[in-house]
């Protein structure tokens, strides 16, 4: 059995930056075992899995080397980019997916953007722990936990230079990860992020789109701007554009095919 097999920088348009992720297109599920072996025996921060559920969805699941993930923005982002270059749209320039962390949408826009909607992620304001704070190195102005943990602090400088502790990160509670946030102190960008996800097996995340699901929220409370630009200050990371409506929040970037083949069962 062969499986197309693709590698994506996704969040980018050019080689060596954005998120690179791996990207399988299925005839058929396979068992969730099977799908973990792939993502394990490719060692991707990420590998994408994809079936056609109908002819107007796609089934989506998403792997680190460890684990099944709940959600994943830049996953979803190359996803829809192999689709739309693999001949898959007919006509159409937009996909939906269906998940285990809800429906998302990713659409083809002027220039070859895409444009990734999701749920509006919901966080609670939390006191900052021991262990959180000694992983990071720092201690956060601001915490809130939902599906990650979010630290906001009152400097780029300050989330530019933490190097984090993953063996203290891995344990804590629940959360998927932890993201770090400032406001930009270069006026090209409204805030700055990185991510950190030791659990998933991911220590720092290069380009990440689900967290702002809880970003885009937050900056919009405390800018009050619907439309803002991000940087992740990891060493691949690039600039987002995203933004908010009533019910989602959306972000744009662009996706690089680096590599096609085939994987052999």
Excluded at 138 to 162: H, K, N, Q, W
Excluded at 238 to 260: H, K, M, N, P
Aim: net charge negative; aromatic share 10%; proline share 4%.
């Amino acid at each position: 059995m062969k499986v197309p097999y693709y590698i994506v920088n996704a969040f980018s348009k050019i080689s060596f930056s954005g998120n690179p992720t791996g990207v399988c297109i299925l005839e058929d599920w396979l068992s969730t075992d099977d799908l973990q072996k792939i993502a394990s025996q490719t060692q991707m921060a990420e590998t994408v899995f994809l079936f056609p559920s109908d002819s107007k969805q796609w089934s989506i699941r998403w792997f680190s080397p460890l684990v099944e993930k709940d959600l994943s923005g830049h996953g979803t982002l190359a996803a829809a980019h192999i689709l739309l270059e693999e001949g898959f749209s007919d006509g159409n320039q937009a996909f939906n997916f269906s998940s285990c962390g809800g429906r998302l949408k990713v659409e083809k826009r002027t220039e070859g953007i895409l444009r990734l909607e999701m749920d509006i992620l919901k966080a609670r304001s939390c006191v900052a722990s021991p262990l959180l704070v000694e992983g990071l190195g720092a201690y956060p102005d601001e915490t809130f936990v939902g599906m990650d943990c979010l630290c906001v602090f009152s400097d780029e400088s300050i989330v530019r230079e933490l190097q984090p502790e993953p063996r203290l990160l891995k344990r804590i509670g629940s959360a998927r990860g932890i993201i770090v946030t400032a406001k930009s102190y270069d006026s090209k960008f409204d805030y700055v992020t990185r991510f950190f996800s030791p659990r998933l097996g991911v220590d720092e995340d290069e380009v990440t789109g689900s967290i702002h699901g809880l970003l885009v929220p937050y900056w919009f409370k405390k800018l009050g701007k619907v439309e803002m630009r991000s940087k992740q200050l990891s060493p691949r990371g690039t600039s987002v554009i995203c933004g908010i409506e009533e019910s989602f929040v959306w972000i744009e970037g662009y996706a690089d095919t680096f590599l096609r083949g085939e994987i052999t069962l």
